[in-house]
């Protein structure tokens, strides 16, 4: 069947047997997939664009996993039910949309025993809200690709943050050091000083912005230092 490293990267973080829900499943392959590997017994995919709601159904007639997966239309947590899965994927969209699916249907959210988030952007948002809301960040990896791809797994639990520098690098890819979590550092700094040569060359030199991002890269830094 069709599929490509980061679908798989996502099944990486769903243990055999799960009950999933795919908010924004597209053409609903992470479900089929796991399916197929007999890692989801039971899937419901939502996505609010037609289009893609309609190649999923196609797309579990093709693969004949019907009786498995469950395709529903409409917008982000509400075509679900609470309760029905333990796990709920959300990808391929910024941080804060993400954050605002959540935060709108709280009682839904939290009946998850877990969450695995891919993030395009505002990282920094998505896990500053989670953490605020009882969720442990237990794993973070970088896939690297086109372009770097951003995971993030939670599930339920107090976790205490020792400086707000976290939110930004994050709670495990502060503890770990490898390839892909150098390159987003990397890809940190070189944006922060884009951004600072900006400023430089404007006609007004907001000095205590430069100190600010002056102060961020050599944060990122460190990070790759130790």
């Not at 890692?39 to 009786?67: T, W």
């Amino acid at each position: 069947m069709k599929t490509n490293q980061r679908i798989d990267k996502v099944l990486e973080f769903i243990p055999f047997g799960s009950t999933v829900a795919d908010i924004g499943c597209d053409h609903g392959y992470v479900l089929i997939k796991g399916v197929i590997d007999g890692r989801i017994n039971h899937g419901i995919g939502v996505d609010v664009s037609k289009g893609p709601f309609q190649q999923a159904i196609s797309n579990l007639e093709e693969y004949r996993v019907q009786e498995k997966i469950e395709i529903r239309l409409g917008d982000g947590l509400k075509p679900i039910v609470e309760g029905e899965c333990d796990i709920c994927v959300i990808g391929g969209m910024g941080g804060r949309l993400i954050r605002n699916i959540l935060e709108e249907n709280t009682k839904k959210s939290k009946s998850f025993k877990r969450l695995v988030l891919q993030p395009m952007n505002s990282e920094r948002t998505l896990r500053q809200f989670l953490i605020d809301n009882d969720w442990t960040i237990i794993n973070e990896e970088i896939l690297v690709l086109d372009r770097l791809y951003l995971y993030i797994v939670a599930e339920k639990g107090n976790m205490k943050v020792d400086n707000d520098f976290i939110f930004d690098i994050g709670p495990i890819l502060a503890t770990i050091k490898d390839n892909g979590r150098d390159k987003y550092i990397e890809e940190k700094i070189f944006k922060l000083q884009n951004i600072l040569l900006s400023i430089k060359k404007g006609k007004k030199n907001d000095e205590i912005r430069v100190k600010e991002i002056e102060e961020l890269i050599r944060k990122w830094r460190s990070y790759l230092e130790n």
